[in-house]
């Protein structure tokens, strides 16, 4: 059906390069830092890197040899692994209790919850309360602060309203409590927009570097693989440390393959959770959309 | 019939209470929770209002009243540079970012090959799960005056004697800070403008395509208007942040050289508060752009409702 103008044509020719540069803008900079952590630095002639000159793998030797890179790395998964599971299980049995409009005070419980969206306390207030609550310098300042998020519970929520009511009312004639429907009826049809909240939850805990940065830099070990990033990206006593070690060992790494090599390992998991990310994340986006 | 010195409404009560009472206790973790990490620190926001001392409570300290408030506007000059370094930046990024995923939506749509444009999603969408640290360090490996990437192609090529300082250099910071969030943003935000492409109806494009109307008519006369409500939608809801920047980005591109054009109010507050320990002047300051960011909310919603019928409340 599609006519064919010059004018189209001419169009379609312009749309295609822009489109190519903005593939371009948007994958060299990872290509380049690839490349560069891959690349021999003595071989490095500066400009443009599209592929590893010489290659080898020291710096990631280097690297996964570090044990800053090594706790930080196991924190990160921690709280990528522990924060969303947490967060699921407390906002989606609130979510569930909050469909359900023959509970007394529903309606009043969903303004509870939403107006939390409109505004916030502050860093100040936030910082105190933690301090009251003994939580700086703990892991658990990274899990219970985002064991529920609203944002989550009105999606899960709007999802849940579309479930046909038959399956509900079928399990309450069975017999079954609120709490068993809730578990073995509705939990295991929501799948879809879970997985959304859950690898949405996975890759704010990986990301997240500001709360170690206000709550827990008197505890290294504790420190997250971005907030390791961070310091290797500013402080300059890893940079000497590897020019002590390297006069020793004569290996090919500088500080700013270190750095490279560093990234790349903080970027990797996302990129493999990637896939599944776009799958699930734009459908529960659509479902927020529409809500919103 | 209801018996004598029973009240009706209260037997209404407990009977919900037993029937529900899974329920409440599937509720009550969630209530608890949002209630100690965000109703209680609420109570925090007296501290602007008093001589703050460590380990003295707070409603025996005495009370300053709104000197704190006042004190942001009489005691500095810094409101000014920090109202105009914030607004300036976030609506730039606003319209900047609802802008090119607008047009980026649209000219995608125009892409007949199904598996090049997926690939254009798939790549475009990236940015948004990267962390600002990392954008951080692509930034520095790109732009760095002697050792980023550009600046020594630059130099080999012989177009520029010596590096740009795009990460240093105030005259750029603010350009340098929208690009980075449309960047890490345009795919994301164009996700929703797809979808309402999609939603539109085929049915406009067939009757206009009958009628003569050719490929840009088309995209002018259809597309354009049925993005609208979208676009509306979307602005109204960021409007609300116009005020409230992305701390990580500023906390990590903000350095010695280009404070004056980068300073934010989030870092405001964060560099009084936590690193200056002036919590009482911290909190005044984010109470105040809390309720502004509230205030704007509102009288966008409002014009929007009147002007266009549009609104999210």
């Given at each position: 059906?599609?006519?064919?103008?010059?004018?189209?044509?001419?169009?379609?020719?312009?749309?295609?390069?822009?489109?190519?540069?903005?593939?371009?803008?948007?994958?060299?900079?990872?290509?380049?830092?690839?490349?560069?952590?891959?690349?021999?630095?003595?071989?490095?002639?500066?400009?443009?890197?599209?592929?590893?000159?010489?290659?080898?793998?020291?710096?990631?030797?280097?690297?996964?040899?570090?044990?800053?890179?090594?706790?930080?790395?196991?924190?990160?998964?921690?709280?990528?692994?522990?924060?969303?599971?947490?967060?699921?299980?407390?906002?989606?049995?609130?979510?569930?209790?909050?469909?359900?409009?023959?509970?007394?005070?529903?309606?009043?419980?969903?303004?509870?919850?939403?107006?939390?969206?409109?505004?916030?306390?502050?860093?100040?207030?936030?910082?105190?309360?933690?301090?009251?609550?003994?939580?700086?310098?703990?892991?658990?300042?990274?899990?219970?602060?985002?064991?529920?998020?609203?944002?989550?519970?009105?999606?899960?929520?709007?999802?849940?309203?579309?479930?046909?009511?038959?399956?509900?009312?079928?399990?309450?004639?069975?017999?079954?409590?609120?709490?068993?429907?809730?578990?073995?009826?509705?939990?295991?049809?929501?799948?879809?927009?879970?997985?959304?909240?859950?690898?949405?939850?996975?890759?704010?805990?990986?990301?997240?570097?500001?709360?170690?940065?206000?709550?827990?830099?008197?505890?290294?070990?504790?420190?997250?693989?971005?907030?390791?990033?961070?310091?290797?990206?500013?402080?300059?006593?890893?940079?000497?440390?590897?020019?002590?070690?390297?006069?020793?060992?004569?290996?090919?790494?500088?500080?700013?393959?270190?750095?490279?090599?560093?990234?790349?390992?903080?970027?990797?998991?996302?990129?493999?959770?990637?896939?599944?990310?776009?799958?699930y994340f734009i459908k529960g986006l659509l479902v927020g959309s529409i809500k919103g | 019939m209801i018996k004598a010195g029973v009240h009706p409404v209260k037997r209404v009560k407990s009977r919900n209470l037993v029937r529900n009472r899974y329920l409440y206790a599937m509720l009550l973790p969630a209530v608890l929770l949002v209630f100690v990490f965000w109703y209680v620190p609420l109570t925090g926001w007296l501290i602007a209002f008093v001589q703050y001392r460590p380990g003295i409570p707070l409603l025996s300290a005495k009370w300053t009243g709104l000197q704190q408030f006042i004190g942001f506007f009489t005691d500095t000059d810094d409101y000014v540079h920090l109202i105009r370094n914030t607004l300036a930046i976030n609506i730039s990024s606003l319209i900047a970012n609802m802008t090119t995923a607008f047009l980026f939506a649209i000219l995608l749509n125009e892409i007949r090959w199904r598996y090049f444009s997926k690939l254009i999603q798939t790549v475009t969408f990236f940015p948004f799960f990267v962390s600002w640290i990392i954008i951080y360090s692509l930034s520095s490996a790109m732009f760095a005056t002697s050792a980023g990437a550009i600046n020594e192609t630059?130099?080999?090529?012989?177009?520029?004697?010596?590096?740009?300082?795009?990460?240093?250099?105030?005259?750029?910071?603010?350009?340098?800070?929208?690009?980075?969030?449309?960047?890490?943003?345009?795919?994301?935000?164009?996700?929703?403008?797809?979808?309402?492409?999609?939603?539109?109806?085929?049915?406009?494009?067939?009757?206009?395509?009958?009628?003569?109307?050719?490929?840009?008519?088309?995209?002018?006369?259809?597309?354009?208007?049925?993005?609208?409500?979208?676009?509306?939608?979307?602005?109204?809801?960021?409007?609300?942040?116009?005020?409230?920047?992305?701390?990580?980005?500023?906390?990590?591109?903000?350095?010695?050289?280009?404070?004056?054009?980068?300073?934010?109010?989030?870092?405001?507050?964060?560099?009084?508060?936590?690193?200056?320990?002036?919590?009482?002047?911290?909190?005044?300051?984010?109470?105040?752009?809390?309720?502004?960011?509230?205030?704007?909310?509102?009288?966008?919603?409002?014009?929007?409702?009147?002007?266009?019928?549009?609104?999210?409340?």
């Amino acid at each position: 059906m599609r006519e064919r103008s010059i004018s189209g044509s001419l169009f379609d020719a312009g749309n295609l390069i822009f489109m190519l540069a903005i593939l371009t803008l948007m994958l060299f900079p990872f290509v380049y830092i690839v490349s560069y952590s891959l690349s021999n630095p003595s071989m490095l002639k500066g400009g443009l890197v599209l592929f590893p000159a010489g290659f080898t793998l020291d710096s990631y030797k280097k690297a996964l040899g570090d044990s800053a890179v090594l706790t930080g790395a196991g924190i990160s998964i921690a709280r990528s692994i522990i924060g969303p599971a947490v967060m699921l299980f407390f906002t989606s049995m609130a979510a569930y209790a909050l469909t359900r409009n023959d509970l007394g005070g529903v309606r009043f419980f969903r303004k509870y919850f939403v107006f939390t969206l409109y505004f916030t306390s502050g860093i100040i207030p936030m910082y105190l309360l933690m301090g009251y609550l003994q939580l700086k310098g703990t892991f658990l300042i990274y899990i219970l602060p985002s064991a529920v998020s609203v944002f989550n519970m009105v999606l899960i929520k709007t999802y849940m309203e579309g479930l046909p009511k038959e399956m509900e009312e079928a399990a309450v004639v069975d017999g079954a409590n609120d709490m068993r429907v809730f578990f073995q009826v509705i939990f295991p049809v929501c799948k879809p927009v879970f997985a959304a909240v859950v690898l949405f939850e996975c890759v704010n805990q990986w990301n997240a570097f500001i709360d170690t940065q206000i709550y827990n830099t008197m505890s290294p070990h504790l420190y997250s693989l971005q907030y390791v990033l961070y310091n290797t990206l500013n402080q300059f006593n890893s940079l000497e440390q590897l020019k002590e070690q390297g006069q020793k060992q004569l290996t090919a790494i500088t500080p700013q393959t270190f750095k490279m090599a560093i990234t790349v390992i903080t970027i990797l998991p996302i990129a493999f959770v990637y896939p599944f990310l776009q799958r699930y994340f734009i459908k529960g986006l659509l479902v927020g959309s529409i809500k919103g | 019939m209801i018996k004598a010195g029973v009240h009706p409404v209260k037997r209404v009560k407990s009977r919900n209470l037993v029937r529900n009472r899974y329920l409440y206790a599937m509720l009550l973790p969630a209530v608890l929770l949002v209630f100690v990490f965000w109703y209680v620190p609420l109570t925090g926001w007296l501290i602007a209002f008093v001589q703050y001392r460590p380990g003295i409570p707070l409603l025996s300290a005495k009370w300053t009243g709104l000197q704190q408030f006042i004190g942001f506007f009489t005691d500095t000059d810094d409101y000014v540079h920090l109202i105009r370094n914030t607004l300036a930046i976030n609506i730039s990024s606003l319209i900047a970012n609802m802008t090119t995923a607008f047009l980026f939506a649209i000219l995608l749509n125009e892409i007949r090959w199904r598996y090049f444009s997926k690939l254009i999603q798939t790549v475009t969408f990236f940015p948004f799960f990267v962390s600002w640290i990392i954008i951080y360090s692509l930034s520095s490996a790109m732009f760095a005056t002697s050792a980023g990437a550009i600046n020594e192609t630059l130099i080999q090529w012989g177009v520029i004697a010596e590096g740009v300082n795009l990460l240093g250099d105030p005259r750029y910071s603010w350009m340098f800070m929208i690009a980075l969030g449309v960047w890490k943003y345009a795919g994301y935000n164009s996700v929703i403008f797809i979808s309402a492409i999609s939603a539109i109806s085929s049915e406009y494009y067939e009757a206009a395509q009958i009628d003569g109307a050719n490929r840009f008519q088309r995209i002018l006369y259809i597309t354009i208007p049925g993005l609208m409500p979208t676009a509306i939608v979307l602005l109204i809801l960021n409007s609300g942040w116009i005020l409230n920047s992305n701390f990580e980005q500023f906390y990590l591109f903000t350095n010695a050289t280009n404070w004056q054009r980068m300073e934010v109010l989030d870092i405001y507050i964060y560099k009084y508060g936590l690193q200056l320990l002036n919590y009482p002047y911290a909190t005044a300051v984010g109470i105040m752009k809390t309720f502004i960011s509230l205030i704007i909310l509102m009288v966008v919603n409002q014009i929007s409702k009147k002007a266009t019928g549009k609104a999210i409340f």
